[in-house]
C-alpha cells in the first residue's frame, strides 16, 4: 500500500434492499411465502463503495436519496464506515431507492428495483464534484444511475487521466460506448455475451475480443464467472485466474464485492493479476452471509484467503 490511501471516487446507486428467504425462487404468477425478512443498506453504487474502503482506500460518493429518513440515516451510516459523503444529494419529494430481492436454499436471487432518488443523479450533479474524480486515483460506475451521469463522471475521468473502471449492470444497451475510455470493464458471462455480440466469450479468442474491446475504447475485460476462474482479456495479458471454493448462502453483493476489492487494489499499485485474485476471494467471502454489504470482507481477511490461490 502507498504511504497514503489511495482514493476513489464511485458514482452509483444507494438502496434499501428489502430480503426475502425463500425455499424458492417464484415462476411468473405464483406467489411462495418468505421464512424470513430483512431490510440492509444495499445499491451496487453504495456496495462497491463500501468494499473499496474496506480494502484501506479513501472513498468519495457520488449519488442521491431521499430526503426521508432512509436517506438520511443511510448517509450517516455511511459516514459511520468511514466514506466522503458530501457528494450525495438528499433530494426532497422522491424516496430513497429500493431494492425488492428474494434469495433462494441454493444462495441464488432475483432483484426487482425501483431507482427513487437514484434516478435523479445529474450530469450538472457530476460536474458540481468534478475535483471528487479528478483529484481521484480511480473512479468506479454501475448502471444503476442515469447514464448521462455516468458518462460525465467518465470525461471528467478521462481529462484527468484518472484510472476508470465501470461494472456496466444492469446491462443498458442505450451506454453510448466509445465516447469515453474506459480501462476495466468488469461483465458477468451473460453481460459478456451481450457486449461481445458474436464473439466467443473464451481465452482462445483473446485477439479478436481485444480488437473488438479498443474499438469501443474499452483497454481491458474481466469477466467474472461464478465460481469457475475469472477471465482477463487487457492490451497486453490474456488469463484465467482460479476463484475461492466456497458454498454459498446469498450470492448478493458478491459481483460489487468483487468490482470493489478489484478498483482498490489497483488503486494501490497491485499488477492485474494480484487484483483480480484479491477480487476473486472478496467476492466469494461476501456469499458466505446474507445481505450485500455487511458480509463484505476487510483487507486483512481477503489477504488470509489470497494464499489459497497459489500464483
Ligand atoms: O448488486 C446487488 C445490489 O443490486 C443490491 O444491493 C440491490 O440494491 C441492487 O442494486
Redesign the pocket.
Known sequence: MPDSEPAIAVIG?L?V?YVAKVGRLPVPGETVAASDLEIVH???GA?QAIAARRQGCAVRMIGSVGEDDMGRSYIEYLKEEGLETDGIRLLAGISTGA?F?SVDADGENT?V?CAGANGNTSPDQIRARDPFISESDALLAQF?VPLSAVVEALKIANRAGVLTVVNPSPMRSTFPWATVEIDYLIVNETEADEILEELPVELGAAPEIREFLLGRRINGLVVTRGSDSTLVISRDEAFEAPTLPVLPVDT??A??AFAGCFTARLASGESLREAVLAANCAGALTTLRTG?QQPIPDRDRVDQHRAQLGD
Open positions: 446507486s438502496n434492499d444495499g445499491g451496487k456496495n431494492a430481492i432483484i428495483v444503476e448478493v453483493g459481483g460489487d450485500a
